[in-house]
């Protein structure tokens, strides 16, 4: 054990080694504190920090230390965090007044630095009634992962060192302790700039810079200590450096010479300034000259202070006083630091100067232009014709940077556009200017400014275009819609409205521009009205009768509204169709239109049968009417000859109300000789006679083209030869007449008879098809389709007979 005094504390270090204790690897540190008896006055190194391996076998030793206590003391392990049960109560063991303490693993202890790698235990030590908290930082590490840096530099807190102010240049104070066996390692000093020019060698050893440290009393350097091996691993520490004083010189001034500026117009018994020297207990005195008439100083806090009134009409040599200020240790007089103090007394600056105009009262438009002068100021000074002033403008209630005045010396101009048109306008702009004269104190006048700004009309009304929708049935007196008109002139949108309306149909309130229709519209005579509206502003300028004016064209779209039926072309239909066997075989189209809407889409009507329509032999599909097969069997279903259908015609139009129309159409069925459903009924088969096939040809005549040509040209060469003998002989023309005339007649004759023979053959044909048909008919009974081929045929149902068709 080394024991070691240092002012009256006795303090104890131990070390053990590696068989002993502990086992921190290569290097064994123990913490030990010995304190005076009966107390615990100083528990250094406080907290603890302890690394141990993870292999740390039960029941070893973490953690030594020892005290002083004149009364049985008790040690106890208040708490580990995070909470474990791998470390045992403290025991102690000693004799009189000295114990030693130590900290152990329990047997139930199992290490894993992956898992936990800090504890933090604390310690509650009691002696004579007082309770102290002993705070011990275990650092678990792995087993080959022994720690390169030790000591309580390398701690959270750090460490630190005091020095006196006068050591030696590059004298050793500190010296940083690493493992045992560690090379190839390198310590440097990462410190920031102001921390001094300490180094740090080789062997750990912190030296002081190399230009010392004098006046550097008080100070704290902290200084970063990175020490780094071969391997990649490293620490970091942190060491404080304090100064301290000299002791032997402990009074100083920081400066030599100090120089204070006072009126001549000081009472006595006022303060004049103030020195200050270093030192815990510091007195003040002056020592030159003694006395001193004119100034005292107090010794408590070196305030100097005037003891008779400074007249220097009176008393001229008091305009510059030096004297000496000595600062002095009163238990130690012969530390002591002296100070040279000039005080120089000014001449008193009586009156402010004097400006005409003393006030400006002025009135300017809103459009004067920037730089433009608004006042020139002419200042004196009564106590002395040599002054020279200074000049402030000072604004009020103005926060924007850029200011509306300027002042160029003594010349008052305007620095930005006063603009009466803003959301807030500034009708007056009130200012000081400061006139400032150069004596000693300085005096200063006061200009006040008072400008107020007029309107004026800069800029036209406008409104934007707009488009506006109204229905057509809006009763009288409906709000359209607001012209919303603007003015960028103050007061905004002070405007008044008229519209240039030839229909009369709208009118607008000259004051809000709101748009009212007066008479009713019609979509389908009118669907579209452009209208001009005129904006002329008011009250924008002090001369009433200044105006200005602006239009802008407003667009009322009418919107259409389902007022009128639908209009069928035409209302009434009278048709006559035969009663054929046919099935959707169409009737007639019903051609509708809306006036609402001229251009009609597919779907614009719905058509619906509401009349008229007995056995439901038509139906519509859309505009399209249908039948389907009549029947005029005596012993079946018989249909009526005539039908008068009422088809109801409706819009289907967006909005409503929808209306509709009714379209007559009278039908007249003229019944076939033999109408029988034959869709699905196969006619009954008596026996299945040999089928009787009629076979009729039929004479006509078709003239092939180029006969037609040739007969046409003909004609064509005849006409022109007899136009050529007129013209060439008009003596015969009579005659030519007369024999033309003739053979004319012989050819229409022979042309007639020739057409009458014709015509006859064509009756007598026709009237011999006629019988035929009269004859099949009276045949062939009945009408079928053959469900293979899909023809249709003629058969007689009492002889089985057959005839295509």
């Known amino acids: 054990m080394k024991l070691l005094c240092l002012g009256g504390l006795i303090f104890a270090l131990e070390m053990w ?17 010995l304190l005076s008896p009966g107390t615990i006055q100083a528990l250094r190194g406080l907290p603890w920090i302890v690394n141990i391996s993870e292999k740390q076998a039960p029941g070893s030793v973490i953690h030594i230390f020892s005290f002083n206590c004149s009364c049985p003391p008790t040690v106890e392990l208040d708490s580990v965090n995070p909470p474990s049960s791998f470390f045992n ?68 807190a750090g460490d630190k060192v005091q020095v006196l102010e006068t050591v030696e240049p590059q004298s050793l104070i500190y010296v940083v302790l690493l493992r045992r066996g560690l090379t190839g390692f390198k310590m440097m000093l990462t410190s920031p700039r102001d921390a001094g020019s300490f180094s740090i060698n080789e062997l750990g050893q912190v030296l002081t810079p190399s230009q010392g440290l004098i006046g550097s009393a008080y100070k704290h350097f902290l200084l970063k200590i ?87 009409g009176r008393n001229p040599g008091a305009a510059v006083t030096e004297i000496q200020v000595m600062a002095y240790d009163p238990f130690q007089p012969s530390i002591s630091a002296q100070l040279s103090v000039t005080i120089n007394v000014l001449p008193t600056n009586t009156w402010a100067p004097r400006c005409t105009p003393a006030l400006l009262v002025t009135q300017v438009p809103e459009t004067i232009p920037v730089g433009s002068i608004l006042m020139t100021l002419a200042c004196s000074d009564p106590d002395s014709s040599s002054s020279t002033f200074h000049y402030q403008l000072r604004h009020h209630n103005e926060t924007k940077s850029n ?72 009763p009288h007196g409906t709000l359209i819609g607001t012209v919303l008109g603007s003015d960028r002139d103050y007061p905004p949108n002070s405007i008044e409205y008229h519209i240039s309306d030839s229909s009369g149909n709208f009118y607008i309130d000259p004051r809000s521009g709101k748009l009212h229709l007066l008479a009713s519209l019609d979509y389908e005579k009118e669907k579209t009205y452009m209208l001009v509206i005129f904006l002329t502003d008011r009250d924008q300028e002090q001369d009433s009768t200044h105006h200005r004016s602006g239009s802008c064209t407003i667009t009322i779209e009418v919107q259409n509204v389902n007022d009128y039926a639908p209009e069928c072309e035409p209302p009434f239909q009278e048709i ?29 009507f719905s058509f619906t049968i509401v009349g008229g329509n007995s056995n439901g032999r038509f139906y519509m599909r859309d505009n399209i009417l249908f039948h389907d097969v ?86 064509v ?89």
Not at 17 to 30: I, R
């Open 17 to 33: 080694g590696a068989s002993g204790l502990l086992n921190f690897g290569d290097c064994k540190s123990l913490v030990h504190e």
């Open 89 to 156: 109560q403290p025991s102690f063991s000693g004799y009189y007044t000295q114990y030693l303490a130590k900290v152990t693993l329990s047997s139930a202890a199992r290490l894993d630095a992956q898992q936990v790698n800090h504890y933090q235990l604390n310690l509650k030590l009691t002696c004579m009634g007082k309770k102290w908290n002993l705070p011990l930082s275990v650092e678990v590490f792995k087993a080959h992962d022994h720690p390169i840096c030790l000591g309580r530099v390398f701690s959270t």
């Open 226 to 312: 990175l020490v780094t091996d071969g391997q990649g691993s490293s620490c970091q520490g942190t060491l404080t450096v304090e100064v301290l004083p000299n002791p032997s010189n402990k009074v100083s001034f920081r400066i030599q010479f100090q120089t204070f500026n006072i009126s001549e117009d000081l009472e006595a018994g006022r303060m004049v300034g103030q020195v200050q020297a270093n030192g815990s207990r510091v007195r003040y005195e002056i020592t030159e000259p003694v006395p001193c008439p004119l100034y005292s100083i107090s010794s408590v806090d070196g305030l100097i202070r005037t003891t008779a009134p400074l007249d220097l």
């Open 403 to 474: 200011h509306s005045f300027r002042l160029h010396g003594p010349v008052l101009e305007v620095n930005s556009a006063l603009d009466y048109d803003s959301s807030a306008p500034s009708v007056q702009y009130r200012a000081t200017i400061l006139v400032t004269d150069s004596g000693q104190p300085p005096q200063t006048s006061e200009v006040p400014v008072l400008v107020t700004v007029t309107p004026v009309n800069e800029y036209a009304p406008i409104c934007p275009s707009h488009t506006f929708r109204v229905r057509e049935d809006a």
């Open 576 to 604: 006559t169709i035969s009663s054929a066997p046919s099935v959707n075989a169409e009737v007639t189209r019903l051609m509708c239109s809306d006036r609402d809407r001229p251009e009609q889409a597919p779907g614009a």
């Open 630 to 715: 009549f029947s005029f069997q005596s012993n079946g279903l018989l249909d009526s000859h005539t039908y008068e259908l009422l088809v109801r015609v409706a819009d289907n139009g967006p909005t409503l109300p929808l209306f509709s129309t009714t379209a007559v159409v009278i039908v007249h069925v003229i019944p076939w000789m033999t109408t029988v459903p034959t869709a699905s009924t196969k006619p009954p088969m008596v026996s299945s006679p040999t089928p009787l096939l009629v076979t009729r040809i039929e004479d006509y005549w078709a003239p092939e083209a180029w006969f037609v040509v040739v007969l046409t040209v003909t004609g």
């Open 717 to 805: 060469l005849l006409f022109t030869i007899l136009g050529w003998l007129l013209c060439r002989w008009p003596g015969r023309m009579a005659l030519s007449q007369q024999t033309h005339g003739q053979s004319s007649q012989t050819l229409l004759l022979d042309s007639t008879r020739r057409n009458e023979n014709s015509t006859g053959d064509l009756r007598k044909k026709k009237n011999d098809e006629t019988s035929s048909i009269l004859s099949l008919q009276q045949q062939f009974d009945g009408r079928a389709q053959d469900p293979v081929t899909g023809r249709d045929y003629l058969f007689s149902s009492s002889t089985g007979a057959r005839r295509w068709l």
